[in-house]
């Protein structure tokens, strides 16, 4: 490893940065500055491109663009009201049920989505004014918005978690969306012990008791969306269809729901189709130079370089863990979740893997990790977005997140320290 070489390239980058030269071009002109130590320009522009280009040139990584369809299907197709609403029949009568809603309805809504800043927009959107006239602090109430949609990450179908599948070397699709839906339970759970503590503290008011009728009203409303997560995730587990055939099917899914709760017209399509294009053109491209840099990375031995140096520290798994742990709490606050999931896989799986543990379970870590990372400045989407959603200085949000942040911190810890929350559940399904 070239101490020169490295210096550029984590210089370069963390100037980029610092430049606000968006996330995707920052990296891939880091990974080519770093080259240009190392070879001429032509070669390194020419090694670079290559890579860029073969690294999207992979059947697996077709799910993302339809997963992020099906989303945008769904923001507009009338899926989060109803999802709301059956939340509501549900928690609403608890103390904190409108915090209760917030987190149960952006859990349901990310998992079907896949995506945690659809879930802050969506629903953030209908609950924040809700919580608002009940009532609520809007910073609590945003706070809770931001950390409960980071939970749709983990609980599958998550295109991330298909990413860190491509950055693994192939770690089973099936087992990682299985093993996700304890920790992503765990995730959510937490969160609502906090919620109903604050509740209490702050004399938060109470929803009226949803007779039987109306229940089963929302129910039947509430069931067809719900419905979704059973079909895809049912025929991967099965062995009906690929992820990536599951995807698609979750595109037709949410087409004919759209339709039925006549959300969706053929007027939309146009624009639901460009909003698609659009993020998906943003996330093959972070995938893209992310695969790059990864690559200059491995050409200068860097993940060689960084293992031997952590297990030389110690040979100790728990203290290895607290260490990868840090560093990849520190990465999210910096760095976006699909960059950060590509670079770091190659470098922390063959340290952990040759300390016994198992890539399932790293990758739910590493994961839940990021998705912290996703509610904190400066480079937190979620929490972005979620401030926006509820018309607000990120300052103001900072206090209520405290406690929401302990809470995923302590599951963050259960999840690294305790293999079985994350792995008994595939290896039920025989997918381990």
């Not at 609980?155 to 990413?163: D, E, G, K, Q, R």
């Not at 949410?254 to 969706?264: N, P, Q, R």
């Amino acid at each position: 490893m070239n101490l020169i070489e490295v210096f550029i390239l984590v210089t370069s980058f963390l100037i980029f940065l610092s430049l606000r030269v968006p996330i995707a071009y920052a990296i891939g002109l880091a990974a080519l500055f770093t080259l240009l130590s190392a070879m001429p320009f032509l070669p390194s522009v020419t090694t670079l491109a290559q890579r860029m280009a073969t690294s999207l040139d992979s059947f697996t990584l077709s799910a993302i663009p339809f997963f992020i369809l099906a989303g945008q299907i769904m923001n507009r197709g009338g899926i989060a009201v109803r999802l709301i609403n059956f939340a509501k029949a549900i928690v609403g009568p608890l103390p904190g049920g409108l915090a209760f809603v917030n987190i149960i309805s952006c859990m349901l809504f990310g998992a079907i989505s896949g995506s945690a800043v659809a879930a802050a927009s969506a629903i953030g959107g209908f609950m924040n004014p809700m919580m608002e006239k009940d009532g609520y602090d809007k910073s609590f109430s945003a706070a809770v918005n931001i950390t409960s949609a980071t939970t749709g990450l983990i609980i599958p179908p998550s295109n991330v978690l298909i990413v860190y599948s491509l950055a693994s070397g192939g770690v089973s699709i099936a087992a990682l969306f299985i093993a996700g839906y304890v920790p992503g339970l765990l995730l959510g759970l937490a969160l609502m012990i906090v919620a109903l503590i604050y509740s209490i503290i702050k004399k938060y008011p109470t929803d009226k008791v949803v007779g039987l009728k109306e229940f089963f009203k929302r129910f039947i409303a509430a069931f067809p969306s719900l419905m979704l997560l059973v079909v895809v995730i049912g025929g991967i587990v099965v062995g009906i269809f690929t992820a990536t055939e599951a995807s698609a099917i979750a595109v037709i899914y949410t087409l004919v729901l759209g339709f039925i709760y006549k959300e969706i017209s053929m007027k939309d399509i146009s624009p639901i189709l460009l909003e698609t294009v659009k993020t998906s053109s943003i996330v093959l491209l972070l995938i893209a130079t992310s695969i790059a840099m990864s690559w200059v990375m491995s050409y200068e031995n860097i993940p060689q370089e960084i293992s031997n140096t952590l297990l030389s520290i110690s040979d100790n798994p728990i203290i290895i863990l607290i260490i990868i742990n840090l560093i990849l709490l520190f990465v999210g606050i910096f760095m976006d979740l699909t960059p950060a999931v590509l670079i770091f896989t190659p470098i922390f799986l063959p340290i952990v893997t040759s300390l016994g543990m198992d890539p399932v379970h790293f990758g739910i870590i590493m994961i839940m990790n990021l998705c912290i990372g996703l509610c904190t400045p400066p480079v937190g989407s979620v929490l972005f977005v979620g401030c926006s959603v509820a018309n607000l200085k990120i300052q103001q949000v900072i206090k209520p997140l405290l406690p929401l942040f302990l809470a995923m911190i302590i599951i963050l810890i259960l999840i690294t320290y305790f293999p079985e929350l994350t792995l008994w559940l595939p290896r039920q399904f025989d997918l381990l």
